[in-house]
């Protein structure tokens, strides 16, 4: 740990990174010690700029009640010596992973031939139809 904290100490650029991180690890864990319990484990904390924090939620319904608690936050924020003078709470949706599509075995040219020769017994309906185009594809 020694070294990256060199490291980081020695370009300007990650230097800035590493403060800002700081700050914002500061400020995440204040809210965690300040915030009613189910609101401090349903968002997070951005940067506090110009005296503006923005909370991050994933749900629209905490933010609705994030909305009306403020005016007390900022008031438990300022109280722990961060300078926040607003508070802005935005909605994240968060991604989900697509769902795997399954792969279907393909059909066996005996077992298309047999859905066709069914298909044909049966009378002018959307099963027909159905039994046709599965036999179709799989030939």
């Known amino acids: 740990m020694q070294r990256l904290n060199i490291i980081f100490g020695r370009e300007p650029g990650l230097k800035r990174i590493s403060a800002q991180a700081e700050r914002l690890s500061a400020t995440q864990k204040t809210w965690s010690e300040?915030?009613?319990?189910?609101?401090n484990q349903q968002c997070h904390t951005?940067?506090?700029h110009d005296g503006q924090l923005t909370l991050y939620t994933s749900s629209g319904a905490v933010a609705a009640k994030l909305k009306l608690l403020i005016p007390n936050l900022l008031k438990k924020m300022q109280k722990h010596g961060l300078e926040v003078t607003s508070i802005r709470?935005?909605?994240q949706v968060k991604s989900q992973p697509r769902a795997r599509t399954r792969m279907r075995p393909p059909l066996s040219?005996?077992?298309a031939k047999k859905l066709l020769e069914f298909a044909?017994?049966?009378p002018d309906s959307p099963l027909q139809q159905a039994l046709n185009r599965m036999a179709k594809r799989a030939a």
């Open 34 to 39: 300040i915030a009613p319990p189910p609101f």
């Open 109 to 111: 040219r005996n077992a």
């Open 120 to 122: 044909d017994k049966l």
């Open 46 to 48: 951005g940067l506090v």
């Open 89 to 91: 709470v935005e909605v």
